[in-house]
């Protein structure tokens, strides 16, 4: 009964095809000189953005304290079927829903990385942080799987912290392009 996020992309020779679901995230990264720029991103599918609201409340629904009825922070998941209980209303038209947004992305010359990773790291850091932190890390030829096992124990260190932030499931993959 509980439900999931996914991101997901699908490279190939000239393109990233991306596809995200719920608080999921990818980026694309960049060279830019010396330092890295976030080229391209998913959104997070929150129920206060006006297109998920406006879903949300046509379904017999309602967004409070930015939670799909008061309770789930996200507007689209697999399962979470108590959402999805309206047997006369299309699968893409309930209260929450499981249709992925989908993104096309050009690789070039410039292209250095993807980073796709769950709500337990994008809770904490923003897009840049995590684009700038691995840069550095990549730029000093840390190997990929120490560079996220450094963004975990920088998120959520041994002892728990005030905010409790990092508390929440971690995910990551990091996707070099090779020049």
């Not at 996914?6 to 694309?28: F, K, M, P």
């Not at 046509?58 to 047997?87: H, I, P, T, W």
């Not at 769950?118 to 942080?129: A, E, L, P, R």
Request: proline share 3%; charged share 25%; hydrophobic share 35%.
């Amino acid at each position: 009964m509980g439900g999931c996020t996914a991101v997901c992309c699908l490279i190939t020779d000239t393109q990233v095809l991306l596809a995200n679901l719920g608080d999921s995230r990818a980026i694309i990264c960049e060279r830019d000189g010396d330092s890295v720029k976030i080229v391209r991103n998913t959104i997070d599918h929150k129920p206060e953005l006006p297109e998920e609201k406006k879903r949300i409340e046509m379904a017999k629904g309602y967004v409070n304290m930015n939670r799909v009825n008061g309770n789930l922070n996200l507007s689209r998941s697999v399962a979470d079927f108590e959402y999805k209980q309206d047997k006369n209303m299309d699968r893409n038209k309930q209260q929450v829903i499981a249709d992925p947004d989908t993104f096309e992305y050009t690789i070039n010359k410039n292209t250095e990385f993807i980073v796709l990773a769950c709500d337990g790291v994008w809770d904490c850091w923003t897009n840049i942080q995590v684009a700038n932190f691995v840069w550095s890390k990549i730029r000093a030829n840390t190997p990929l799987t120490d560079i996220i096992q450094s963004i975990f124990h920088q998120i959520c260190p041994e002892k728990t912290n005030e905010t409790m932030l990092g508390t929440d499931n971690m995910t990551c993959i990091i996707v070099r392009f090779k020049k």
